[in-house]
Every structure is written in structure tokens, then in C-alpha cells.
């Protein structure tokens, strides 16, 4: 199983424990607001916004909350919402890369406020571009499925042209180009449910960390996830088997 894969499996878990719905919602609200200055308040015609949607449903978002988010980000309403997209890159216990997808309205404290997180939990922030390189753009379907139903379904995406899978338990995660998304969810949602369906940065190394690294590590990614204009958190360490047991129990 990809370190991706594991991060995303930890995640996945602790969203149905612990997520704070306000704090999502609000991240939720501005992806699509992104999505909306990128390719307009269309949903048929703008692919980023559609996956943005379907992301705020798959977590129950009102849809007055996202009809309204769209509104505002095109104007509709007579307001504009002014965010803008940054990469932090840096690195965390053992010498993992991390890679933070900021959106905020305001560079300054979403600095200070990233730097302070790493400073306090084992990081630092690295120079733009030191890692990066590490991790290629990928379209990530994951669906709760299991058994010999996984690899039927895993068969059928590749030959839809997804270019990789993993399995793990009652998970099914499928890899494919960010363009080949959306093709791939019609067609796999309509045989199965589909849990998720994002574009993703997935590391083409990963490293192997001792279980108390992973929970150092864990607790790092934990409280940058946290973070108000923190959208989305990438790493490439790879978790032992048991690290999200051994983080509840401590927690």
C-alpha cells in the first residue's frame, strides 16, 4: 500500500471521528470559490467546480450553502470573495516532504500561522520547490468495497483508463490522470458508491518511518490540517500499519 494511500486511509478515519463540520464547511466553501474564479459558475462546463460540488454533497453540505457559495464567488450576489491559491512546501519529523495547498485572504497570517505549526510540532518550511518535484498530479477515486467485487471494479477502471490501484481491506483506492476523473467516476458511481473523488498530489517515493516518527509526524500533519487556510495536506511518509490505533489511544 502506497504512503499516500495510508495518509489518505488515516484521514478518512479521523474524519468520521473527529471532523469539525464548521471548520470543513468552510474549506468546502472555498474550493469551490476557487473553482468558481478558475472556470466560471457553471457546473456542466467547469470540471474543478463539478468535483468541488460533489465533494460538499459527499459531506452533506446544505445545498443553500453551495448554491450560495457559487453566487458570491461569480458575483451574482454583488459580492466577490477575493482568495488566492498558495504552495508552502517544507519538511516534518524523519525528513518527510510535506506539501500544504493554501487558500486564504490573507498571505500574512496563513504564513505566520503555518510556520508557528511546523516550529512547534518537529517541521520547517522549505524554500519553493524543494519538494515538489516529489509528487506528480493524480485523479484518486476511493470507494468502500471489498472482496472479489474490488478487484472487478479495479479491472473495470483500469480498462477505462485509470492508470493504477490499491486495495486494503474494504478499501479501493483507483489512481488515474486528473482529466480522467470525472469520466471515471460516472462510470464507477453508477455500478458502485463512489466515497470520494478528488485531485490529489501523490508522491513518487515515499519514507519508511518508525512508529514513534509516524506519531510525531501524525501529530504535525494533524495540527496543520487545522489550520483555517490550510485546504489540503500532502506528504510522503509512509505510516506503519498501526499508527492511527497508537494516535487514538494517545490522544
Known sequence: MSGHSKWSTIKRAKGATDAKRGQLFTKLTREITIAVREGGGDVDFNPRLRLAVHRARENNMPVENIERAIKRSSGADGETTQMEEIIYEGYGPGGVAILLHIVTENRNRAAADVRSAMSRNGGNLGEAGCVSWIFNSKGILTMEISGAQAEEMALKAIDEGA?????????????????????????????????????SQVPT????????????????????????????????????????EQYETEG
Open 163 to 199: 492508470e493504477d490501484f490499491f486495495i486494503e481491506k474494504d478499501l479501493l483506492e483507483i489512481n488515474c490522470q486528473p482529466g480522467d476523473l470525472e469520466h471515471l467516476r460516472q462510470v464507477l458511481d453508477s455500478n458502485s458508491n463512489v466515497r470520494s473523488a478528488e485531485v
Open 205 to 244: 517515493t515515499t519514507v519508511p518511518l518508525d512508529s514513534k516518527t509516524a506519531l510525531q509526524t501524525l501529530r504535525l500533519l494533524d495540527r496543520l490540517e487545522d489550520l483555517e487556510d490550510v485546504q489540503r495536506v500532502y506528504t510522503n511518509a509512509d505510516f506503519p500499519d498501526d499508527t492511527f
